[in-house]
């Protein structure tokens, strides 16, 4: 518990979850998979034993496949054998060489972050109830630790958002002409968002419609259509 509270750095925590919840269940394979910001889908932010290139391309619905299934449901799940399991058993057989899986949710306050899943037992062993008590005590701590984590970075994100927009006001406060002030909001908003250039509008009442009045990042010409 004290080394995962101690890592603020989400994707750090992340992968030290993976490592310790493998080591706790003796497994070779394992991931962890958080929900995405719409609350459909859930993709692989860290894993072991699997191949990397894959783990990036997936995407998994909230309520399919085992994942999903515990995710949606938010109770742990132990597979003895996944091709005899009635629910499960059309699942991708190339992620993993073994029939007993482990997966268990990440919660809250009654909030899925997401689940971890063990597979591949050492020595080819069928995971037991012990390990699916083992990991879902262990899932309750490594949840706390990455909501933690994540309102932490999402604080520490908030917080360089108010500076850049402190130094911009520090900034235009100084600047001379119209022009110096397009470069400086320019200069300022890249440091807050992915922007390659910016481009600058004034409402025209009598041809209702934008005009183009100024430009910053780019030698993109101006016209005079507003079109």
Not at 170 to 188: D, K, P
Not at 212 to 224: E, H, K, M, N, Y
Request: with cysteine; hydrophobic share 45%; charged share 20%.
């Amino acid at each position: 518990g004290k080394s995962l509270s101690s890592t603020l750095d989400l994707k750090e925590l992340l992968n030290k979850i993976v490592a310790l919840a493998a080591g706790v269940t003796q497994a070779g394979i394992g991931s962890l998979m958080l929900i995405d910001s719409t609350g459909e889908y859930m993709t692989i932010e860290s894993s072991i034993g699997l191949d990397e290139k894959m783990t990036r391309s997936v995407r998994l619905p909230v309520g399919s496949s085992i994942a999903g299934y515990v995710a949606k449901l938010g109770s742990p799940l132990i597979v003895a054998d996944v091709e005899k399991d009635e629910r499960f058993k059309r699942i991708n057989k190339e992620r993993y060489s073994s029939s007993s899986l482990l997966c268990v949710p990440l919660m809250v306050t009654n909030q899925t972050l997401g689940v971890i899943n063990m597979a591949n037992k050492r020595d080819g062993e069928i995971f037991n109830d012990h390990d699916l008590k083992l990991l879902t005590t262990f899932a309750s701590q490594a949840a706390i630790a990455i909501d933690y984590a994540r309102q932490f970075d999402n604080n520490l994100q908030k917080l360089k958002e108010f500076s850049i927009l402190f130094e911009l006001s520090q900034r235009l406060s100084a600047v001379g002409s119209v022009s110096a002030m397009r470069r400086a909001v320019f200069e300022y908003l890249k440091k807050l968002m992915p922007i390659d250039f910016a481009l600058w509008f004034e409402w025209q009442a009598v041809s209702r419609c934008l005009k183009p009045v100024g430009v910053a990042g780019t030698s993109i010409p101006l016209t005079d259509s507003g079109s």
